[in-house]
């Protein structure tokens, strides 16, 4: 079946430690993105890339970083420097031009 | 204040009821697009419109693009639309609203 996927589901880290989030899809898609949800707040978007071994900054990038080597998979690493990871994190692939997007089941990630 | 205000935040009716939930944006945009965020996370996209009005099932997306409003109903209202839907714009890249909570009661 096309898709797209991230893992794990929830995922638990201590202050700190850098961890990174998997996302992958197979619809053949150009674009990525990565965006970052908090409650009462809409998606804020991290990194995006329109094409491999290509990425840009988007609103909140700082202490985030992320690679796409292959055009399947765009993974977001959370590093220590970021101040507030406790978040949902939704990867998204699309054609390009933000045109339609379709969204993976989303990560949570909490930082104890 | 942001681009894009949806509205109510939360939303409760009972099975049947006629749904509305409103989003209006500041900002010129190349298209709207509507999506549904149920529980575990998961979004879906429902609608993408740049004019006039989509249809599919239950669910309609209106838009107005000289008022910067639009709107999406949901006919017959049943618990499994009970999710979180977001209003997203298109301008130079995405803009989302906040989210409207509708949950509907049997």
């Known amino acids: 079946d096309g898709g797209i996927t991230q893992s794990p589901k929830y995922l638990f880290r201590k202050e700190g430690q850098n961890v990174t989030l998997s996302c992958e899809q197979n619809?053949?898609?150009?674009?990525m993105y990565w965006y970052r949800q908090d409650p009462g707040q809409g998606l804020r978007l991290i990194y995006y890339s329109q094409i491999v071994n290509d990425f840009q900054k988007g609103d909140i990038a700082e202490g985030y970083s992320v690679s796409r080597e292959k055009k399947e998979s765009f993974p977001l690493t959370v590093t220590s420097a970021q101040k507030n990871p406790t978040a949902f994190y939704l990867c998204a692939s699309g054609t390009g031009n933000y045109n339609e997007q379709f969204f993976g089941p989303g990560t949570r990630l909490t930082v104890l | 204040k942001n681009e894009v205000e949806q509205s109510p935040q939360n939303l409760t009716a009972q099975e049947g009821e006629f749904i509305t939930i409103n989003c209006s944006y500041s900002?010129?945009?190349?298209?709207l697009h509507w999506l549904q965020q149920h529980p575990g996370g998961g979004i879906v996209s429902l609608f993408m419109?740049?004019?006039g009005k989509k249809k599919h099932g239950r669910l309609i997306a209106t838009i107005n693009i000289q008022e910067k409003h639009s709107s999406l109903h949901i006919t017959a209202s049943h618990p499994r639309d009970s999710a979180v839907y977001i209003c997203a714009v298109e301008v130079n890249d995405m803009r989302f609203g906040a989210g409207t909570r509708l949950t509907v009661k049997p």
């Open positions: 419109l740049s004019s």
């Open positions: 619809l053949n898609h150009d674009a």
């Open positions: 900002v010129g945009i190349s298209a």
